[in-house]
């Protein structure tokens, strides 16, 4: 249990006098210290009460004096070490912070909380060490840091450098390192010195790139051998081509322990002293040895009270790295901007709602003329539009129906194909492939979500209907489709109508129970695909729960249909007469032909893992932010998502009324 379980656990709370404005102002520093147990207030803190300071910002004086003078403990406030997109002098507000009652993890002159518990924490139980090593993976795979507006593929020097950490001028964690202008002089010299002949790069703070503050380094330091990199890449990228690393006290030097180097340390950082660093100035009383994984657990898991923006509560270090997994790849992806082509009117509210948090989407039949990324509905796709990335719903969308302009949860954007078309290569084959062998804590999140989805009866569209009494014996389902779908056009080979499907599955099991079950689309009147299935289905399972009847069929048998992937969730044998994304990795029965290069053998929860947690974006309908598949689970299983508005249900009802020219509109 982290440290943010156990102070909401025991209902103790204290009263905070704060001094700094910024206690009052930003909302979600408020919200985390309340929901951490501490009441902010203003005035004179009484024999009980605490006094609540930001770390030693220039204010902290103001609080100290008042402590002082009253006689009462303080709560030093700091932000966590995976912070947020953007600086807080940008704007952001962070995932977490670090609340501390001995001191601030930074100044080596009073031992805090994190560095009490590093020295004396046991840190041996397997559970915690094995979530440490998981969160450590993925945030190197996910190209996470303190700060995250970067692109991960940005390109970085060639490797065999050695890096320099610069930091930003007055920073409190350089001033309580005692450090200044000439100690960080010393450790360039140092650098170069250590390493003749090698290529020294600077790398400036993320602050000083954005204007923020001036950092220690600057033109006059470079020369034939040192270059000051000053835009932004990842750090990870950064760490991997570096033979050495030096820095003061940046949590740089923090995440090159992570990324296996021993940094040279010309600090008291926190990290450093424990047998991981080489540490110029050490800190004495520090004796102890610890790993890796012992570090990251206490100052990641069990120090940090971190926060779910989503549910509005306190909440792991792994729910932390969700929500900024989505964030930074939301920002990532857009932050260039978006043209946007082959979009309906109906759709282009949500896209913007999706894709328009940085700059508004431009809705045009053009390519981009400036340096927008260009984006197409994938079933408008044509040779006009080679090179732009295809979009399409994801696969747990919405609580109704895209042909009755339902706005989705989840959408997908490809830049290889798009996944239902298995003439060409998409992303999520590739993203499948990649997650043929699963870290722990991968394996733990994909079993995880399988079992909501079971335990919520979720599917796609998620559907009301009742179920009934099923006739007994071997029951195949047969999902219907809508047959002028683009999955069918591309993924379907010579059975290709929902006919001829019947047919093949009647003359297959002739002594089976066939359960037919038309498509939602088709059900309303929407879409094509209606067929008389005479004496070919034993049951027609018109306006039924997609979800409640898998748990009751023994097969199921399609050409493409999402319900095929579903079915695997839940344990269900399934047969594919087409190639939908699912079949080919050794988990279906192929009837039809599967991509040659479809090799890979995944495990369900790998393909689970690709299909609903790497491919999607996901987007909140209640606070509108980016958010994790575990969120939109959530929402869909509340039924916490808006109703389509009025224009949306009127233009749906004309839409039944001449559904003979779809072609018009989709």
Not at 39 to 67: C, E, F, K, N, Y
Not at 165 to 188: H, N, P, Y
Request: glycine share 8%; with cysteine.
């Amino acid at each position: 249990m982290s440290s943010s379980d156990q102070s909401t656990a025991g209902g103790q709370r204290s009263r905070l006098f704060v001094y700094n404005g910024g206690f009052i102002t930003q909302r979600r520093v408020r919200r985390i210290l309340d929901l951490a147990g501490y009441d902010v207030r203003l005035g004179l803190p009484g024999p009980d009460d605490l006094v609540g300071i930001w770390g030693q910002s220039p204010t902290s004086h103001r609080g100290l004096s008042v402590a002082e003078r009253r006689g009462v403990s303080v709560l030093r406030v700091e932000d966590t070490f995976l912070r947020s997109v953007h600086p807080g002098r940008a704007g952001d507000a962070p995932l977490g912070l670090n609340l501390d009652r001995s001191g601030v993890h930074f100044d080596a002159q009073t031992p805090s909380d994190l560095e009490q518990m590093l020295a004396t924490h046991a840190l041996d139980d397997h559970a915690l060490l094995s979530r440490a090593k998981g969160a450590m993976a993925r945030l190197k795979d996910l190209h996470l840091s303190k700060y995250n507006a970067f692109d991960p593929n940005a390109i970085v020097p060639d490797p065999g450098y050695v890096l320099v950490i610069d930091q930003t001028q007055g920073d409190a964690s350089v001033t309580a390192s005692k450090a200044d202008a000439a100690r960080f002089r010393e450790m360039l010299v140092f650098a170069q010195e250590e390493h003749p002949g090698a290529r020294v790069i600077i790398k400036t703070h993320p602050e000083t790139t954005a204007g923020f503050r001036p950092g220690y380094f600057g033109a006059q330091d470079v020369s034939h051998r040192v270059e000051l990199l000053d835009t932004p890449v990842s750090p990870w990228a950064l760490l991997e081509g570096a033979v050495g690393v030096y820095t003061v006290s940046s949590q740089l030097g923090f995440e090159a322990i992570l990324a296996g180097h021993k940094p040279r340390v010309f600090g008291q950082p926190f990290y450093g002293g424990w047998g991981l660093t080489q540490d110029e100035d050490p800190t004495p009383r520090r004796q102890r040895k610890l790993t890796r994984a012992q570090l990251f657990a206490a100052a990641m898991i069990l120090y940090p009270h971190w926060y779910d923006p989503y549910r509005d509560r306190l909440c792991t270090l792994e729910d932390a790295i969700d929500t900024l997994e989505a964030q930074a790849r939301a920002w990532r992806e857009d932050h260039l901007g978006w043209a946007a082509s082959g979009m309906r009117l109906w759709k282009r509210k949500p896209l913007q709602q999706f894709y328009g948090r940085q700059k508004r989407v431009t809705f045009t039949d053009e390519p981009p003329t400036d340096d927008r990324r260009w984006m197409v509905w994938a079933g408008k796709a044509g040779p006009e539009h080679d090179g732009a990335v295809r979009v399409e719903d994801g696969f747990l969308r919405s609580r109704g129906l895209g042909a009755q302009l339902v706005p989705p949860l989840s959408l997908v954007t490809d830049d290889t194909g798009i996944y239902y078309d298995p003439t060409q290569p998409s992303r999520l084959e590739h993203l499948i492939t990649t997650r043929e062998t699963l870290r722990a804590d991968q394996q733990i999140r994909a079993e995880r979500l399988q079992k909501r989805l079971i335990d919520d009866e979720l599917s796609k569209y998620n559907l009301a209907g009742d179920l009934p009494k099923l006739p007994q014996g071997h029951r195949i389902l047969v999902p219907g489709q809508v047959e002028d779908d683009a999955s069918i056009r591309t993924g379907a080979g010579a059975i290709n109508t929902n006919l001829t499907l019947l047919q093949a599955v009647r003359s297959a099991k002739p002594d089976a129970v066939i359960l037919y079950k038309p498509h939602p689309d088709v059900e309303a009147g929407l879409r094509t695909g209606a067929v008389d299935t005479h004496d070919l289905a034993d049951v027609v399972l018109d306006h039924v729960d997609p979800a409640a009847l898998l748990g009751q069929i023994d097969e199921l048998w399609t050409m493409t249909s999402l319900m095929g992937f579903e079915a695997l969730l839940r344990g269900v044998k399934v047969t594919t007469l087409g190639a939908p994304f699912y079949a080919g990795w050794g988990m279906t029965t192929d009837l039809g032909s599967v991509p040659e290069q479809r090799t890979a053998k995944p495990t369900l929860h790998g393909l689970i893992h690709a299909a609903l947690i790497d491919y999607p974006r996901y987007r909140d309908p209640k606070t509108g932010l980016p958010c994790p598949v575990e969120v939109a689970v959530d929402r869909l299983a509340s039924g916490q998502i808006p109703s389509p508005g009025l224009a949306n249900r009127s233009l749906s009802k004309l839409q039944g009324l001449f559904a003979t020219y779809a072609y018009l509109w989709r």
